[in-house]
């Protein structure tokens, strides 16, 4: 059990996919325990990165060569390890309770399940069964190929469930077979599957004497497509492969090619129609690997390979390009049997299905020659002849080369590939308005014309997943959208699998990424620094928005020249502040109290305080002095106290700084914001009677929601952190604002007499005035809006009201509301950047001012004391009980 857990807290497990049952149930071991099924207590370390640190960045903000090189050292060494035949089968299984034991046979099997049912799955089409109508024409055609009806299901599934004479029921704990499934080896699985579903529904030469008995090849035509659903609750990837059979032209190849040359392009203009025709709709994804319209070309050739007889001429009309080329590399003998050539070709798809195309071509071959060996071909193969003939269609009368390429065209004694450009005809097969080269088509309609029946086939299963999709009906959802491919059993023989899933491509970039995720998560939990990615998803100003030099990151991130930590670091300056402290409260002649006090503010922050407030309030006076002052409510006393407000860092000069010229900035850019946020509210009165109260009473909803839901408190080290006391809330209704400054003081109350807006919407928040101080940590997204930083939550309030103001007037005025809502924004980012400015500004003349004021005895008696003692960040905090200040 605990070699699960530290798997499972890993992430990252090398496989065997050979023994189905381990891998299945090792996996769903490790999903489970990351779930918290198995385990009562159970955190998910990611990549476990807290044991590499100092390994590579040293800042823990990007990858290091040093942590790719542990990190990948590590998975292939534990790979190995768990990878032993001892430790394949160890002991540590059995510690699993009977109860857990069941439930993850119940998930390995149930994946199981679903690897095979997503797979192994086809849809089929004959058009045999509609041909009895003599009316029959391309509608007809096209409204039989939409219609469920007419499309029968080939499930692997259902093949091995009939062999074992079990009924069709979607428990995987009552399917006996499934569990015999689990016993085989991989090998042995893929044998049963080709032996009960390949070959049985794999076409004889009999079946297609009928198309091939006139000379022609048999002409295939293979596509596939991809799209997206959406929908209110999330979006749905659906992607479908579609192979189709056409019918040759009405007359024999012989008699074609003893045609004039303007009957051959009569005969060649006329419309193929399909005869038999298969397709599959692809799971959304195949391990961490997205489907596409890649994945869909590729699947549609291991149909082609797994459906056509052995031994037969056979052209495929292709519009990839690029499929194609993959399709002729992989067609090479020495290319089938070579894994790492195959990874080659097929980069960019899923080596579940790259692995599983090769096979397929290798089984063709090998078996192609057996049954050549056996019996001489049916049918004279006029392939090559065919071949020769179209070489004409890539050259005009002049010998110049025609819009149809010669690297388009292909010849080849048993299978050649042509590409023709897709899009030229509709699904009626009427010329296309999309058609790059007009109303000309290229080659010739009938191999266009074979194209876009493959297209209009795979249309047809797209559409039958979108109807699923939005009918919600259990029934179609179970038909038409299968299930997510999680480790798959066609892949190579060792994978590397993440979180329980199969790390099917692009491994290394996974790695990184991962890598990067964690760095990310171990920088957000810095109070100051990680400020930005804790709470990004709230955030509608992105961290990139952010410049990497502004003064506002920079001023976020306490790096600015304010009165903060990296400021305090100054061992002179930290003596400076210190003989201030003990000249003010007339003990600067005590040595033995001065060097305590210097011990005590080396490794502790109760020292750093506003110079300004230190000097202009005067620790010997009464309290009545402090009551005047806003939020000062307690004497200044060996330090600044818990919830003084004297703590220099930039939440005190935003609100609290008695400073004049930092007051004369923070109340000139206050005023301008509540300009600007008055401008606001009067072009939304033009959106009704009520326009002012109802975009306030939103705004003023959302804020209060986003301020009370849970968010990542650094200082607590809480992911889901709540506010619960009154004192910590930021955002308040507007009744509730009249009744809390009723109980503040003059100052506060003039404050919001005059600010009304700045303060109802989040910029001067209500804890400034009950919770003067707050820690680094405890920043929730509505502390940060008097930084200037708009939640997502306003900003989809403003969006909506804008669409709404647009609806009732005009498009003129919606514009006005956007135009006024920026000046907003920019009004409180100049805000919150003026007054750090300012504060700064201030800091560093006072700095300055103050170091030459030092007594020179003083520098000199205590330089090996400050020497040796320098501020230790992780003993602060264990050793002060005493919230840090706002960097």
């Known amino acids: 059990m605990e070699a699960t857990r530290h798997i499972a807290a890993y992430g990252f497990y090398l496989r065997d996919m050979l023994d189905i049952q381990v891998t299945y149930e090792i996996e769903s071991a490790i999903k489970l325990a990351q779930q918290g099924s198995l385990f009562r207590t159970f955190k998910h370390a990611t990549l476990g990165m807290q044991n590499f640190a100092g390994t590579g960045s040293r800042s823990g903000a990007t990858l290091g060569p040093g942590d790719t090189k542990l990190l990948w050292s590590s998975i292939y060494g534990r790979g ?47 058009g045999t069964s509609i041909e009895h109508d003599n009316s029959l024409n391309i509608g007809g055609y096209h409204r039989s190929i939409n219609q469920e009806a007419h499309w029968k299901k080939l499930s692997a599934l259902n093949c091995l469930q009939d062999k074992h004479n079990e009924p069709h029921i979607n428990t995987p704990s009552n399917h006996s077979f499934l569990q015999s499934l689990m016993a085989v080896d991989r090998t042995e699985l893929l044998q049963q599957i080709d032996q009960v579903y390949i070959q049985p529904h794999r076409l004889s030469k009999s079946q297609v004497e009928c198309l091939l008995c006139d000379g022609w090849p048999l002409i295939v035509a293979t596509d596939g497509g991809a799209t997206k659903l959406y929908s209110v609750d999330n979006k749905y990837q659906c992607a479908s492969a579609s192979v189709v059979i056409l019918r040759p032209p009405d007359m024999p190849f012989a008699c074609y090619m003893a045609a004039t040359e303007d009957q051959q392009i009569t005969i060649m203009n006329a419309n193929l129609m399909p005869w038999m025709a298969r397709a599959t709709p692809l799971p959304p994804a195949i391990g961490n690997c997205t489907t596409d319209n890649a994945h869909a070309e590729c699947l549609a050739l291991i149909i082609l390979e797994e459906w056509i007889p052995y031994q037969v001429p056979v052209l495929i009309i292709m519009d990839s390009e690029t499929e194609r080329e993959r399709y002729q590399h992989l067609r090479q003998k020495e290319n089938t049997t070579n894994r790492f050539l195959i990874r080659s070709i097929m980069s960019g798809v899923s080596k579940c299905l790259g692995s599983r195309l090769a096979q397929a071509i290798l089984n063709q071959n090998q078996n192609g020659e057996q049954t050549n060996i056996i019996s001489p071909p049916l049918f004279h193969s006029s392939i090559f002849d065919f071949c020769l003939h179209a070489k004409q269609w890539c050259f005009n009368k002049s010998g110049e080369e025609s819009l149809w390429k010669r690297s388009q065209w292909e010849s080849n004694t048993t299978r050649a590939i042509w590409a023709i450009r897709s899009h030229q005809l509709n699904e009626d097969l009427s010329i296309s308005l999309k ?62 699998t993440y979180n329980g899933v199969c790390l099917d491509r692009s491994v290394s970039i996974a790695v990184e990424h991962i890598c990067e995720m964690e760095f990310v998560k171990r920088l957000a939990t810095r109070p100051t620094q990680g400020l930005i990615i804790r709470l990004r998803a709230s955030f509608f100003l992105k961290p990139e928005m952010i410049g990497r030099q502004s003064y506002h990151r920079r001023s976020l991130e306490g790096k600015s020249k304010t009165h903060t930590r990296a400021m305090y670091t100054d061992s002179d300056y930290r003596k400076a502040i210190v003989y201030t402290y003990a000249k003010l409260e007339s003990w600067h002649d005590n040595s033995e109290k001065f060097t305590s006090t210097l011990k005590t503010a080396t490794k502790t922050y109760s020292f750093l305080c506003c110079p300004c407030c230190i000097t202009t309030l005067n620790p010997q006076c009464n309290s009545n002095a402090f009551d005047e002052q806003p939020g000062h409510l307690f004497l200044l006393k060996d330090g600044a106290v818990i919830n003084s407000g004297l703590y220099g860092n930039l939440r005190h000069y935003r609100f609290h700084c008695l400073n004049e010229d930092v007051q004369a900035v923070r109340n000139k850019m206050t005023h301008l914001l509540e300009n600007h946020l008055t401008a606001l509210f009067r072009i939304a009165s033009k959106w009704g009677r009520q326009g002012f109260s109802t975009l306030l009473t939103r705004a003023i909803n959302a804020l209060i929601a986003l301020d ?67 820690a680094d940590g405890d920043h929730s997204p509505c502390d940060l809006i008097s930084m200037g930083i708009i939640p997502l939550t306003l900003q989809e309030v403003i969006l909506q009201f804008a669409k709404e103001l647009g609806v009732k007037q005009c498009q003129e005025t919606k514009k006005d509301f956007m135009q006024q809502w920026h000046q907003v924004r920019a009004a409180a980012l100049l805000r919150a950047i003026s007054v750090a400015m300012a504060a700064g500004a201030h800091v560093a003349e006072y700095k300055s001012s103050l170091l030459p004021t030092l007594p020179a005895s003083l520098l000199l008696a205590t330089a090996d004391l400050t020497t040796a003692n320098s501020p230790n960040p992780q003993l602060i905090q264990q050793t002060s009980a005493i919230p840090p200040g706002e960097n």
């Open 435 to 496: 058609n790059r080269y007009g109303t000309n088509i290229i080659p010739n309609r009938s191999f266009v014309s074979a194209n876009q029946w493959a297209d209009n086939i795979c249309n047809a299963i797209l559409r039958f997943q979108r109807n699923a999709y939005y009918s919600k009906c259990p029934r179609s959802l179970r038909k038409w959208l299968p299930p997510v491919v999680t480790l798959g059993i066609t892949g190579p023989t060792f994978s590397l």
């Open 80 to 126: 190995h390890m768990l990878l032993k035949g001892n430790s394949m089968h160890s002991n540590t299984r059995m510690n699993f309770s009977s109860d857990q034991l069941h439930e993850i046979r119940d998930d390995a099997l149930n994946t199981l399940q679903n690897d095979i049912l997503a797979l192994y799955t086809l849809f089929e089409w004959s």
């Open 708 to 774: 009370r839901s849970p968010y990542h408190n650094a200082s607590s080290n809480n992911y889901m952190h709540m506010k619960t006391l009154q004192s910590q809330y930021a955002c308040l209704t507007s009744e509730d604002w009249i009744t809390f400054i009723e109980t503040q003081n003059s100052t506060a109350q003039d404050n919001f007499m005059q600010w009304p807006l700045t303060h109802q919407l989040g910029f001067i928040p209500a804890n400034c005035y009950s919770l003067v101080e707050l």
